[in-house]
């Protein structure tokens, strides 16, 4: 059973989770809380500034007032209305909204307000309080699909991540106390422990150089040459590493999204999750710039188009017909083996999803079972277009 309030709890779900469907206010509310987080995160980098300090404080202490208030608002409702998430549901209230608050997106938002009110009562170092409001900026990974990735390849790669810098570690260690053997009879204050040679291992292996350690020995030179060139292969590893999980992580989202979208299709409706899959795995996106055109009339067809994002316009007698996002053209003349009937434009930016002939016809010999049912669709659709041009 819901709690009282609950259409009027959905209703600010909706305003400020991510879903489906964004409205204009949706969209105001983001904006106006990504400008005050990067207002704030400004106004505490400008403040260590003395002119400005001096001569804007004043602003700067309203810009903080007005952020925290915002930030306070936020926290709140977001609090109250963690229990409408799809994920949590609405039988355990109060299970929902402490998943919300130990959550990370809880944790940065709290963090966004707390320091301004523990300093109420327990006076904080002023650069300190400083720092702690620099924090705020992490409220843009909300919004921003960087960062969530980047935590994702995180996650997914830490095992190699882990490895490798356990490697690095270990010769970190390694080298130091080599070079430590080399060179403290030579600078004994510089060089003067394994730890202190540490110093010059960190610099070293990272190819920074920064030149206030180095050896004097013509063994500690060359053994330094080596350190150098471990260290560009090692540093390496993890960039690799990073390398493949960036593009395997954004692989799978794109995978994701373009079954959904495929699974929308009226053509595919009905088809098994695995079906759908392996069609999916056969498209390949395309994104078409504003006026371009992406078939004209009388060409062969070679493929069949899915609308991601945009808008098209099918050139058809007596009036244009327009098709957006879940829509699709060109199967007809595809399933047909005949020519384009009609040209089509994009009339904005358009994301496709294009399926190759070759790879259809594939797809109907290795299934008979999904023949059977294209077959089905494609007489039905046949019959429609002697009676909507647009169709075809």
Not at 326 to 347: K, P
Request: charged content about 20%; some cysteine.
């Amino acid at each position: 059973m819901a709690e009282p309030g609950g259409s009027l709890r959905a209703y600010f779900y909706d305003l400020l989770e991510e879903t489906e469907h964004t409205s204009p206010l949706e969209e105001s509310i983001k904006l106006f809380l990504c400008v005050a987080a990067v207002a704030t995160v400004a106004a505490a980098a400008l403040e260590t500034m003395e002119s400005l300090r001096v001569r804007y404080a004043g602003v700067f202490y309203d810009v903080e007032i007005l952020a925290v208030a915002l930030f306070t608002v936020d926290y709140f409702l977001r609090w109250w209305v963690a229990p409408e998430s799809e994920a949590t549901g609405a039988a355990a209230p109060w299970r929902a909204r402490l998943r919300y608050a130990v959550g990370p997106y809880g944790i940065i938002d709290l963090l966004a307000i707390l320091p301004f009110y523990f300093d109420l009562f327990v006076p904080v170092q002023p650069d300190w309080l400083r720092v702690l409001r620099l924090l705020r900026l992490l409220k843009l990974a909300r919004y921003s699909p960087g960062l969530p990735l980047f935590v994702s390849v995180i996650r997914a790669e830490s095992r190699p991540l882990l490895a490798a810098f356990l490697v690095m570690a270990v010769l970190l260690v390694v080298e130091s106390g080599i070079m430590f053997i080399i060179e403290r009879r030579a600078q004994p204050q510089i060089f003067a422990s394994i730890p202190h040679t540490m110093w010059w291992a960190i610099v070293t292996m990272a190819t920074v150089g920064y030149g206030d350690v180095v050896p004097v020995t013509p063994a500690g030179k060359l053994f330094g040459g080596v350190v150098m060139v471990v260290g560009i292969a090692m540093f390496a590893v993890p960039a690799g590493i990073l390398a493949s999980g960036f593009a395997a992580e954004i692989r799978k989202r794109d995978f994701v999204v373009t079954w959904h979208t495929v699974a929308r299709m009226p053509l595919f409706a009905g088809l098994e999750a695995s079906r759908i899959a392996e069609i999916t795995g056969l498209l390949k996106r395309r994104v078409i710039p504003a006026r371009s055109a992406i078939v004209h009339r009388g060409e062969p067809a070679d493929a069949m188009f899915f609308i991601m994002a945009g808008e098209v316009e099918v050139e058809v007698p007596p009036h244009p017909v327009r098709l957006g996002p879940g829509q699709y053209f060109g199967e007809i003349a595809l399933l047909r083996d005949t020519v384009r009937t009609a040209t089509v434009v994009a009339r904005k930016e358009t994301q496709l999803l294009a399926l190759d002939a070759t790879d259809f016809r594939n797809l109907l010999e290795a299934h008979p079972e999904l023949k059977a049912q294209i077959d089905a669709v494609a007489e039905e659709r046949v019959a429609q277009a002697h009676l909507d041009p647009a169709k075809r």
